[in-house]
């Protein structure tokens, strides 16, 4: 390919400036000289195309394809319906049809959700980024196929900076119906045992104006009723216990709804104790006492009752009566008026010495068995005829004396359920062997109940720690006073607060020490969730994860320690993940609670209408009632870029230049000979015409 080209040897402003001069000269010499000063300029006229350096330039292009970027949406809103199979049935159909247009090479690029946040759906971010090593004059096209709902549309053409058509095609039907929860009040804390009000609003398009509401708590259906739609209401639950209670909102489907994802909402609530009442009775003074005295008086959350029985009724010494104890034992106000105000009992080394009559102990029983917590702190009184085994507490107590008390040193030892138990599970110093506290001096001898299993061991393999649960309560067994020398740093002590902790809170139900339980939470690296398997079991099922447009993936976990397995996992999709093991279920909720993509979730053709029309392009469906109708693709030079079945690609000839020939026009000898003819000339006619005159 042959072309002009020009390389001056001064400045364009320096040759413009002499040209226009030499225009001027020559004006004045046609005017004065007449046709004689034609050779003049003509002189002029060959000096300026030496300074000009004109070149014959010769280049050897090869050509090259234009480039149409196709970017697929693969957000989580086009998982939804027929809009994959639709979204790969297209494509197909479009890399098929680019293959018959030679002179244009398609770069499909597939955009999941924006991995940083909620930012939805991000195209045009990710048509930037693609197209960032294509030069502007050869992109053809840009075609976007979607379902309409983008979340980074520019302002306008000019800002997107676009100079090729862009053609939409959206996926979806315009007739698309969908119901969702939509949370307007979600506290998200609560004082257990109170009652919360939740507010919310059932949003639907192509419904009937009614909906049936199912309210669930920790998976147990607590409510159902018919709501209108499109307006608030109003949902009251109690808070059962500390820890997450989950809640969830449940609104029936629609038929053929679009999806069910956003037709649940579920809200962990926290329960928070707002005062935890601990009623301490002590059977008599003695060394252990006080540390169950400092230990729950150091925790500003309890509020703790206690009352220390100094001497029995029966005994009679002449003491007077004012001087018998220091308030008096309000025992009926206690364990009938107001036992369901406490949270936990604890009996230290209190004997059966008639302080308190038989038809209260049936009031502590049927407390356990309404949801209360029990503690037997014992010491040798629990294997005499006195002992609380001997009272109506028998029938909820984990195990029975047989009238031994060993007196011999010994070191506590976790049992192989112990070893599993949160309660004592990786307790400080139990990792050695043996383990590495100090010896406690004396163990009351008893045979646990059938089915319950002691987490801790003392001397000759006695159970020293015991378990159970009793219907709705929970009851523990200590069978030995001596903890208080762990607190004390005898033989350098033990974890007793570890301990005694652990095992207030499992009583009081605290969720951290279930025996069975399943968690998940988010680890702050991106979408990675943690999945923990509390069981008192060898194994741990596998875990099944449903994501939130409910795609399904089966978790195999791993002991990390014993009864305790894991896993990870790293989520592809925002929003609420359900985790199901066995019966137990829990809830992950990973990025935002309302995610961009499942809050509006119908396809649109109106949010890119006007940007691809300022293009120069089109935006149309692809489905129908009649099936998928795909447009022809044409290369276009000029005119419109779309029509009725077909969207138009501009070409823009580009080439790559593999060699370039220049030859120079005014240099050389030849040039030099044109300049020196041209004045020869002048000179002779001009001398000619002055002979002559």
């Known amino acids: 390919m042959l072309s002009l080209s020009f390389t001056p040897l001064v400045p364009w402003p320096v040759l413009i400036g002499f040209g226009m001069l030499a225009l001027?000269?020559?004006?004045?010499?046609?005017?004065?000289?007449?046709?004689?000063?034609?050779?003049?300029?003509?002189?002029?006229?060959?000096?300026?195309?030496?300074?000009?350096?004109?070149?014959?330039?010769r280049e050897d292009r090869e050509p090259v394809k234009d480039v149409a970027a196709v970017i697929v949406d693969r957000s989580g809103s086009q998982s939804l319906g027929d809009r994959p199979a639709v979204t790969d049935q297209v494509r197909a159909e479009l890399q098929r049809r680019f293959g018959a247009l030679t002179n244009i090479e398609p770069r499909f690029i597939d955009v999941p959700d924006s991995r940083e946040g909620d930012g939805g759906t991000q195209l045009f971010a990710a048509l930037s980024q693609s197209l960032a090593d294509v030069p502007p004059e050869r992109?053809?096209?840009?075609?976007?196929?979607?379902?309409?709902?983008?979340?980074?549309?520019?302002?306008?053409?000019?800002?997107?900076?676009?100079?090729?058509?862009?053609?939409?095609?959206?996926t979806g039907h315009p007739d698309e119906r969908d119901r969702q929860i939509?949370?307007?009040?979600?506290?998200?804390?609560?004082?257990?045992?109170?009652?919360?009000?939740?507010?919310?609003?059932?949003?639907?398009?192509?419904?009937?104006?009614?909906?049936?509401?199912?309210?669930?708590r920790d998976g147990e259906q607590i409510g159902r009723r018919s709501v209108p739609t499109g307006k608030p209401f109003a949902l009251t639950t109690k808070i059962e216990h500390g820890g997450p209670n989950v809640v969830e909102i449940e609104v029936e489907p629609l038929p053929g709804e679009l999806?069910?994802?956003?037709?649940?909402?579920?809200?962990?609530?926290?329960?928070?104790?707002?005062?935890?009442?601990?009623?301490?009775?002590?059977?008599?003074?003695?060394?252990?006492?006080?540390?169950?005295?400092?230990?729950?008086?150091?925790?500003?959350?309890?509020?703790?009752?206690?009352?220390?029985?100094?001497?029995?009724?029966?005994?009679?010494?002449?003491?007077?009566?004012?001087?018998?104890?220091?308030?008096?034992?309000?025992?009926?106000?206690?364990?009938?008026?107001?036992?369901?105000?406490?949270?936990?009992?604890?009996?230290?080394?209190?004997?059966?010495?008639?302080?308190?009559?038989?038809?209260?102990?049936?009031n502590i029983v049927r407390y356990v068995q309404e949801g209360g917590a029990l503690l037997i702190a014992a010491g040798p009184e629990f294997a005499s005829s006195a002992s609380l085994a001997r009272t109506r507490l028998s029938s909820i107590l984990p195990g029975d004396p047989n009238g031994r008390v060993v007196e011999q040193p010994f070191k506590a030892a976790l049992t192989q359920t112990g070893a599993r138990h949160p309660v004592t599970r990786a307790l400080?110093?139990?990792?050695?062997?043996?383990?590495?506290?100090?010896?406690?001096?004396?163990?009351?001898?008893?045979?646990?109940?059938?089915?319950?299993?002691?987490?801790?061991?003392?001397?000759?393999?006695?159970?020293?720690?015991a378990l159970s649960r009793e219907d709705k309560g929970r009851v523990a067994l200590l069978l030995s006073d001596h903890a208080w020398l762990w607190a004390r740093g005898y033989q350098e002590g033990g974890p007793h607060l570890d301990l005694l902790r652990r095992l207030g809170h499992w009583l009081m139900k605290e969720p951290a020490l279930e025996e069975e339980a399943l968690r998940a939470q988010t680890t702050g690296r991106g979408r990675e969730v943690r999945v923990e398997r509390q069981t008192m079991a060898d194994t741990a099922e596998p875990v099944t994860v449903t994501g939130p447009t409910g795609q399904e993936r089966t978790l195999t976990l791993t002991e990390t320690q014993p009864g305790l397995f894991s896993a990870t996992f790293e989520a592809s999709e925002l929003g609420l993940h359900t985790l199901r093991s066995g019966s137990?279920?829990?809830?992950?909720?990973?990025?935002?609670?309302?995610?961009?993509?499942?809050?509006?979730?119908?396809?649109?053709?109106?949010?890119?209408?006007?940007?691809?029309?300022?293009?120069?392009g089109s935006i149309r469906r692809v489905a129908d009632a009649g099936g998928i109708s795909v447009p022809r693709l044409q290369s276009v030079r000029s005119g419109r870029l779309s029509g009725g079945d077909w969207i138009g690609f501009r070409p823009s000839d580009s080439a790559i230049i593999r060699g370039v020939e220049v030859y120079p026009l005014a240099l050389g000898l030849w040039a030099l000979a044109a300049i020196g003819a041209a004045l020869l000339a002048m000179w002779l006619v001009e001398g000619r015409r002055g002979r002559a005159a």
């Not at 075609?143 to 053609?167: E, N």
């Not at 050695?432 to 109940?449: H, K």
Request: charged residues 20%.
């Open 24 to 57: 001027l000269f020559c004006v004045l010499a046609l005017v004065a000289r007449g046709r004689t000063a034609a050779l003049r300029a003509l002189v002029l006229l060959l000096v300026l195309g030496a300074i000009a350096n004109p070149s014959l330039v």
């Open 139 to 170: 992109l053809a096209g840009v075609v976007m196929l979607t379902d309409g709902v983008i979340h980074d549309i520019p302002a306008s053409a000019a800002a997107l900076g676009l100079k090729a058509p862009l053609h939409v095609l959206v």
């Open 182 to 216: 939509k949370l307007l009040e979600a506290p998200r804390f609560g004082i257990v045992g109170k009652e919360l009000t939740i507010r919310a609003e059932v949003m639907e398009r192509g419904g009937t104006g009614n909906a049936v509401v199912t309210v669930r």
């Open 259 to 362: 999806t069910t994802v956003n037709n649940r909402a579920v809200l962990p609530i926290e329960g928070i104790r707002e005062k935890l009442r601990v009623l301490l009775v002590s059977g008599e003074p003695h060394q252990g006492e006080r540390t169950w005295r400092n230990l729950l008086k150091s925790d500003a959350n309890v509020d703790l009752v206690h009352f220390t029985i100094l001497r029995p009724p029966e005994k009679q010494d002449g003491t007077p009566i004012s001087e018998l104890s220091l308030i008096a034992f309000p025992t009926r106000e206690l364990f009938v008026q107001k036992i369901k105000d406490f949270d936990l009992i604890i009996f230290d080394r209190y004997a059966n010495q008639s302080v308190l009559p038989a038809a209260y102990f049936d």
């Open 428 to 465: 400080p110093g139990s990792e050695a062997s043996p383990p590495a506290w100090g010896e406690w001096l004396r163990i009351v001898a008893a045979q646990t109940r059938p089915g319950v299993q002691p987490i801790m061991a003392g001397a000759n393999n006695l159970p020293l720690l």
């Open 584 to 616: 137990l279920v829990a809830f992950v909720s990973v990025g935002p609670a309302n995610p961009r993509e499942l809050t509006d979730v119908f396809s649109d053709t109106e949010r890119t209408r006007a940007l691809a029309e300022a293009t120069g």
